[in-house]
C-alpha cells in the first residue's frame, strides 16, 4: 500500500468546497476520509461549530486508525451578546486548523463548518485563503457548511453546492441519530 500510495500522495492538494441547504455536505466530507483511510491515507477534520459530544463520526473516528477528529469550542447558537467570545473561538479553531495544515502529517484535512463561520463574519475569507496557502504541500483540503462567500468558491479547485429540495425536518420530523447526528 504504501508504494501505491507514494504517487497518490503527489497528486493530492486541491480546495474542496460543499455548501448548499440540501443535507449531505458533512457526510460527503466524511466519507471522503472514509475512502482516505481506506487508502491508507491520513485523515483529520477540524469541527468549527462544536455539536453534541456524541455524534456518530466521533465515535466511529475513534474507532479507525488514520482518522482524527478534533472539536473546537464554538456553539451552533451565535448570540450578538457573546459575538466577541464567537469571534475568539473562531480564531482558535483556525488556529488548530493552521497547524494542521502545516503540520503534512494529514494527507486529507477538513474543516467542518467553516463556511458557516465565514458567512457569521466571525472569520474574514482572506484569512482563511491564508492559512490554506500555508498548508503543506499535497494536502487535499475540504470546507463545509452553508453560505460559502465568494472569495472561497473562487479559490477552491471544486466546489458542490447541495441543493434543498426536500427535507424531512420541514414536516416536523425530528434530528435522527445515526442519520442527521
Ligand atoms: P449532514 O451532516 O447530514 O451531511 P449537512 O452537513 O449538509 O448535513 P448542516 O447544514 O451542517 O448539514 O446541518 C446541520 C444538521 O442539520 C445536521 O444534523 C444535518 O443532518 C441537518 N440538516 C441538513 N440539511 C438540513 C435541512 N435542509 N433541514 C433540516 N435539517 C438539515
Ligand atoms: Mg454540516
Redesign the pocket.
Known sequence: MDVENKGTKKELGLVHV?T???????????GLAFRAVGCGLRAAMVQF?K?SEEYG?QLAAEKLDGFEIISMGLD?MCSEVSRSEDIRLAHEALARLSEILSSGKHDLVIA??IN?AMSWELLEPEEVIEVLEKRAPCTEVVL???GAPKKIIDYADLVTE?L?VK????RGVP?RRG???
Open positions: 460543499y448548499g441547504n440540501g443535507k449531505g455536505k458533512t457526510t460527503a466530507a466524511l461549530l455539536p463520526e451552533h467542518d463548518e458557516v463545509t457548511g452553508r447541495m434543498l427535507h424531512p425536518f420541514d434530528a442519520v442527521e447526528f
